[in-house]
């Protein structure tokens, strides 16, 4: 199974603090996506990143997200100022669209603490 | 607005025996399907996927069944095995035509009982 990393696994940090997430997917594939998961629900989308651009955002990103690639590899997600409410596992995927078959691979996720 | 349900939040089944899991969603222009295992604190596992065109898809141990027209697909795992315990989530997709991003449903819990 393609391998998709993530950095930290675990992370926590105080109200109003920057966290940066990190992705290191295997290179040459274009399509990323960070998810979600606050204890006891189910996975959300988040955001969705081609070819270096957001494709697409869920209500949830707002102005406090980003993402971005910053040197043509890993694949970050910033939250700018941190809220009790975003504690949840946040988990990096990419996607594989290949003769009609769509699956998308999810990396281990890091378990985000905001006291 | 859950596009993508799962109405039972767990599931038990003897070890051997046959494994259902259901999942009905709402929008009928979703291409593909999917179902991923999950276990605590890990990230979902992929599992299986089918695509809108197809009524089923088989992958060892695993079956995937998809009706358009009752708008549901089950996901088959026989025999159950007690490493098969998890949280099995549906998901859904628009495809390749779209940014394809996965919508998922709320997962079921599945036990297999030795």
């Known amino acids: 199974e393609p391998e998709v990393t993530q950095t930290p696994s675990h992370q926590v940090t105080q109200m109003g603090q920057e966290v940066i997430l990190r992705c290191v997917p295997i290179s040459n594939h274009l399509y990323f996506y960070w998810y979600r998961q606050i204890l006891g629900q189910k996975v959300e989308f988040l955001v969705s990143?081609?070819?270096?651009?957001?494709?697409?955002k869920s209500e949830i990103f707002d102005d406090q997200f980003s993402v971005e690639r910053p040197d043509g590899s890993n694949f970050t997600l910033k939250i700018r100022s941190t809220k009790l409410e975003d504690s949840a596992m946040y988990f990096c995927?990419?996607?594989?669209?290949?003769?009609?078959?769509?699956?998308?691979?999810f990396g281990p996720g890091t378990r985000l603490l905001v006291l | 607005d859950q596009q993508v349900k799962q109405n039972s939040p767990s599931l038990s089944v003897q070890e051997g025996r046959i494994s259902i899991l259901n999942c009905d969603y709402t929008?009928?222009?979703?291409?593909?399907f999917l179902w991923y295992k999950k276990y605590p604190a890990e990230g979902p596992t992929f599992l299986i996927s089918?695509?809108?065109?197809?009524d089923k898809n088989e992958d060892g141990r695993f079956t995937v069944f998809l009706n358009k027209s009752a708008k549901h697909l089950s996901l088959h795992i026989v025999p159950s095995q007690p490493g098969d315990s998890a949280v099995y989530f549906c998901?859904?997709?628009?495809?390749?035509?779209?940014?394809?991003?996965?919508?998922f449903g709320q997962g079921t819990t599945l036990q297999v009982k030795p």
């Open positions: 995927a990419r996607r594989i669209s290949n003769r009609g078959r769509e699956t998308q691979y």
């Open positions: 998901a859904a997709s628009f495809g390749s035509s779209n940014t394809g991003k996965l919508i």
């Open positions: 089918i695509s809108s065109i197809k």
């Open positions: 990143f081609y070819n270096n651009e957001i494709s697409e």
């Open positions: 929008n009928s222009m979703f291409d593909y």
